[in-house]
């Protein structure tokens, strides 16, 4: 039987658009740094490591060793972990599991990306198929576009629907002192900022962040000892499809992987009504029109419900339901740790370690992570030990 496992601590970067300041191993540390501080432990109490990131961005070479000196890994296991946008979601996953299994007791997971030192276009273009693929997916926004398109279609929601979403987002990052955008926008500025692939204007998209991103789990027993309300791992899923865009998703029938990958979940935690028993969410939302579509994937309302959901106001601070306390992928975008990102805001609601961005008496709370070809984790944090 898997050991229970539990978040401890949480360290992250301030991000920005360029640390020029500090090499990526640097970067690292001041994660690692602040998260080994929160869970009140040092790195010789930690049993092993968990990294991941983008490295074929950055053309780094084994990213693991070439870490050591700002992880800590020194005579230490170590994983590497790469699975495109996804990358931080599952390096928390992949930690988990390595204490689950009842091999560690104390595991850091770390997720990191310096997106001013890479060629991020060039890699996710080329990874499309030439003949299939490239021609209407060459990029993340146009395959995202085709996505936001077959929604509008659909379902008749409209470009403002989405702006929403985004001035939401970008409100609630004012009260996040990591994140890389503090600057508000409204419905009307993100309506008139440049199309950049219909019906994708620049304001409805994330940034390219530098940063970094830390977490400490510990095991059932160790966890108790090191934080006073320990964040609890009540599901953990992870749903990974196809490696072509054409076939990696049916928009008609949605984003599937999110859809299975939040099923598996709910079954695990033992939730039937996700609007009603999650708390809090910390969505890996990429561009506005996901914060509609995705939320109906996910279940938190029905098909096509979305822009009425989010537009009664459920999913802002003090609705049924806040959405990227922390302002999410749309203020802050460091590739390989969004999603950690993600995860680590969870626990942090859990924790109640939130300050200005804390969302009052969380129980239960909800991270994804999104990425690839349209790949999708999940993964649930609880005030309750399972």
């Not at 992949?94 to 001013?116: P, T």
């Not at 390219?208 to 009540?234: E, H, I």
């Not at 390989?336 to 993600?342: D, H, M, S, V």
Request: aromatic content about 8%; charged content about 20%.
């Amino acid at each position: 039987m898997a050991r229970r496992v539990a978040i401890v601590g949480t360290g992250q970067t301030y991000h920005k658009s360029h640390r020029p300041d500090v090499t990526s191993r640097e970067m690292i540390n001041e994660a690692v740094t602040r998260a080994l501080a929160d869970a009140e432990v040092t790195i010789k109490d930690i049993d092993a490591i968990v990294i991941g990131n983008m490295d074929h961005f950055e053309s780094i070479n084994y990213v693991d060793t070439y870490s050591v000196e700002g992880c800590g890994a020194y005579m230490k296991p170590i994983m590497k972990v790469t699975t495109g946008g996804t990358t931080g979601a599952t390096v928390a996953i992949a930690a988990y599991y390595h204490v689950a299994s009842g091999l560690f007791d104390r595991v850091l997971a770390i997720g990191f990306e310096k997106n001013s030192e890479s060629d991020t276009t060039a890699a996710i273009i080329t990874c499309s198929d030439p003949i299939w693929d490239r021609f209407s997916y060459s990029g993340a926004i146009p395959s995202l576009a085709t996505e936001a398109t077959a929604y509008m279609e659909k379902y008749g929601a409209t470009q403002g629907d989405a702006a929403l979403v985004g001035e939401r987002d970008r409100g609630h990052a004012m009260n996040n002192p990591y994140a890389h955008l503090q600057r508000p926008l409204t419905v009307k500025s993100i309506m008139e900022s440049p199309m950049l692939a219909y019906p994708i204007k620049l304001g409805d998209i994330c940034p390219r962040s530098d940063g970094a991103c830390a977490v400490v789990l510990a095991a059932d027993g160790v966890a108790q000892k090191l934080s006073r309300k320990p964040a609890w791992f009540k599901a953990a899923s992870v749903r990974h499809t196809y490696t072509w865009f054409g076939d990696s998703t049916n928009y008609n029938q949605g984003l599937v992987s999110l859809q299975r990958a939040s099923k598996e979940a709910y079954a695990q935690a033992g939730i039937t009504r996700p609007a009603d028993e999650i708390d809090v969410a910390e969505l890996y939302l990429p561009y506005t029109w996901a914060g509609l579509k995705w939320i109906e994937d996910i279940g938190f309302c029905g098909a096509g419900q979305a822009p009425r959901f989010v537009g009664e106001r459920n999913t802002h601070m003090g609705g049924k339901l806040p959405i990227n306390p922390s302002g999410g992928v749309i203020s802050t975008n460091c590739i390989g740790a969004t999603a950690l990102l993600r995860v680590a805001e969870a626990a942090i609601q859990v924790m109640g370690k939130g300050d200005k961005r804390q969302v009052p008496d969380v129980t239960n709370a909800l991270a994804t992570g999104f990425g690839g070809c349209f790949w999708s984790d999940v993964v649930i944090l609880s005030t309750e030990r399972p």
